[in-house]
């Protein structure tokens, strides 16, 4: 007898995008969150947020995009960067091209930076950077002073940039920026992340200078429960 195929359940990451018909529940959780951060981050001049999990499967890259969008709602002009360049998942998410993108950019120095920035129409013309080509050494690339250049120079464009980081207890990527960011979200998976994680990722966060935390999106709890919905993240290598 033939052994039974398993189902693999595809995820339509369209109707999890925050729009303006999403489930009113998830709306107001997000200009919750949106409101939390104009809060936590006041004064002039563009505000850099990092958003980073302590391991995979969180789902900080779909809170990315929302807390992006919801900003760009707020009427606020905002740029989402893909810098997970070891797994980036914006692109798919967002039904984008993966490059060119923000690699591509750093690799290439006949390349403008306005070449790799897009525009959603779906999310009213947000502005997203994709990751790009996977390169060998992430690490190195994030460290260069091209990528602080460039985002000194996107700051003079943008009230908020939102960037979509690995998570923090697998790689160092998501902190070697902090002195560039000016406050991180720490993604929270209900019933998926550890308590030890958490305080693993506090940790790593303790001993980078200048990281400062904004707070925790508490994810994928039932919408009676006022939650933002069930997202995945891949296999880590």
């Known amino acids: 007898m033939a052994k039974s195929k398993k189902r693999v359940q595809r995820i339509n990451w369209a109707q999890m995008l ?6 009113w529940v998830i709306q107001e959780a997000y200009r919750e969150l949106r409101t939390n951060i104009m809060f936590s981050l006041p004064g002039d001049g563009c505000k850099v947020i990092g958003v980073t999990s302590p391991d995979r499967s969180a789902g900080k890259s779909l809170n990315s995009i929302n807390l992006a969008s919801s900003l760009h709602e707020a ?44 525009s959603v129409v779906s999310l009213g013309g947000l502005h997203v950077i994709t990751a790009g080509l996977l390169m060998a050494d992430p690490t190195r690339l994030l460290m260069s002073e091209k990528v602080r250049e460039t ?24 902190l070697l920026l902090a002195d560039m960011i000016d406050g991180y979200l720490l ?23 200048n990281a400062e935390i904004l707070g925790f999106v508490y994810n994928d709890v039932s919408i009676q429960a006022k939650a933002k919905g069930a997202y995945t993240y891949g296999q880590y290598k």
């Open 18 to 23: 925050l729009t303006e018909k999403s489930p």
């Open 75 to 118: 009427g606020k002009r905002v740029l989402l960067m893909d810098c997970d360049l070891r797994l980036p998942t914006v692109h798919s998410k967002m039904g984008l091209k993966q490059e060119p993108g923000f690699t591509n950019y750093l690799a290439d120095s006949s390349m403008s930076i306005n070449s790799v920035i897009g």
């Open 151 to 174: 985002l000194v120079e996107l700051k003079s464009y943008y009230d908020y940039i939102v960037i979509d980081l690995p998570p923090v207890n697998m790689v160092t990527d998501a």
């Open 187 to 209: 993604v929270i998976r209900h019933e998926v992340t550890q308590r030890k994680s958490i305080e693993e990722a506090l940790n790593k966060f303790s001993f980078a200078k």
